[in-house]
């Protein structure tokens, strides 16, 4: 009785062994001997102990955080750049056989491209072209990774850090460019009001009613408000008729005297 027993229960042992399960998420890459055999799951399937054995590999998007790197910019300004990526396998089979640890592979990597692209560039492309940088080094990365079977979806550049003397600097500039900008306006405002003086100066001067009536628009506005100021009206016409009998004076005064001839 005992004989047939023990049997039973080393094969009940073995057949629980070997038995496998695995979620949708997840795939088993088989070896057979030391060979690769194939990727199994998900669901249940079943493993010779000790002759077979099984890497389990995760095909959900996995998030990791690249830590903060020292980059030299392309016009000598020192920052620190952290960034975060996202990435997934798609080949179970080459994610286990073509590198040891694609995790940690793909982390170096990511590292090393942050530096070498960021160094390209200078510090305002990085702060202002951060979807271009973005795009440069995921294209990098998901091509170098591309035969260990991962596909890169996303590279995200997180932060910037800058030192308190390159931000009092980077202030300093932005100030100085927003006097530039307002000194700018000021001027072009200045040559559109000298345009429209000259164009009133021409209406004025092809008709005179203009003239006066403006010097009767600056008279009303004047009676408005409150002041102590006496204004004494003086017709146009007035002024004209000085001015004629300033011309003639002057013409008349200006004419040589005769002088005496000697007589022979």
Do not use: C
């Not at 009767?216 to 006496?230: C, E, G, P, R, V």
């Amino acid at each position: 009785m005992f004989a047939y027993i023990i049997p039973v229960v080393l094969l009940i042992l073995l057949l629980l062994a070997s038995i496998r399960i695995l979620p949708e998420y997840r795939r088993g890459v088989v070896f057979f001997l030391g060979r690769f055999q194939g990727v199994k799951g998900p669901g249940l399937f079943f493993l010779i102990p000790v002759v077979q054995k099984m890497e389990v590999v995760d095909l959900r998007v996995i998030t990791m955080d690249v830590p903060e790197q020292d980059v030299i910019s392309q016009d000598n300004v020192t920052v620190r750049v952290n960034a975060v990526l996202y990435f997934r396998v798609v080949d179970p089979e080459r994610a286990i056989i073509q590198v040891e640890n694609f995790v940690n592979a793909t982390s170096q990597l990511a590292q090393t491209t942050l530096r070498s692209v960021l160094g390209k560039h200078d510090l305002d492309e990085m702060l202002s072209e951060r979807d271009k940088l973005n795009d440069d080094i995921q294209e990098i990365i998901d091509t170098q990774t591309e035969a260990w079977g991962i596909k890169v979806a996303n590279v995200e550049i997180k932060h910037v850090d800058l030192d308190e003397s390159m931000i009092r600097a980077i202030a300093r500039q932005a100030e100085a460019e927003r006097e530039r900008r307002a000194k700018v306006i000021h001027a072009e405002g200045e040559q559109q009001a000298a345009e429209k003086l000259v164009e009133a100066a021409d209406i004025m001067a092809r008709n005179p009613a203009a003239l006066q009536l403006r010097y009767l628009q600056t008279m009303s506005d004047m009676s408005n408000k409150n002041a102590s100021t006496i204004v004494f009206p003086l017709p146009m016409d007035i002024m004209e008729a000085f001015k004629t009998m300033r011309g003639f004076g002057t013409g008349a005064d200006s004419s040589p005297e005769p002088r005496d001839t000697p007589s022979p």
